[in-house]
């Protein structure tokens, strides 16, 4: 349903409009309707509107309309619901974490068992291409682990589970 001629904090408090995972009203300031009045472009995805008791995640992308005398005429602005992409989103961040952890457990006992072989076994294998190739899969399985434990990164990042430590450094 359209809303013609309301304002931005009508908006908000007409329907409901919260910030994510909070009780606090979405400021005025902050919203792409004010922000379209002002002239300015912007798409916010940080934003839920409580319906029929439940709460909708939404993106809200705010623009404005110009006269011919290029002067804003009004704002438009355009409410998306965002759940399935959340939902999508918090899928492919388990599946992430699942896999990386399912990768890492064999990838580590190649990396052991390599190592140990060329550790303890290395001066009895006679044969310099085996000895090259148990070398390969060492490294190889050193720089997966490697590959995997950034998957894993990226995924508690994404997912808003590392904590920053930030210090002033010289």
Partial sequence: KGVVNVSPKKIIEEYKIY?????????????????????EVSTVSDMEVVR?????????????IYNSDKTIEY??????????????????????SIASH????PLTAIRGNTEMILDNYKDKIKN??????????????VRLIEIVND????????????DFKIEKTD
């Fill in 102 to 105: 399912e990768l890492r457990t």
């Fill in 128 to 141: 310099k291409d085996v000895l090259e190739m148990l070398s390969d899969v060492h490294e190889g399985s």
């Fill in 19 to 39: 910030r994510v995972g909070t009780d606090e009203l979405y400021s005025v300031e902050d919203q792409p309707s004010y922000k379209a009045l002002k002239g």
């Fill in 52 to 64: 029929d008791d439940k709460r909708i995640p939404i993106r809200v992308t705010g623009a404005p």
């Fill in 151 to 162: 998957f894993l990164n990226v995924s508690r990042l994404e997912m808003g589970k590392i």
């Fill in 75 to 96: 704002a438009i602005v355009v409410f998306y619901d965002i759940t399935e992409e959340m939902v999508l989103n918090r899928s492919r961040d388990e599946f992430f």
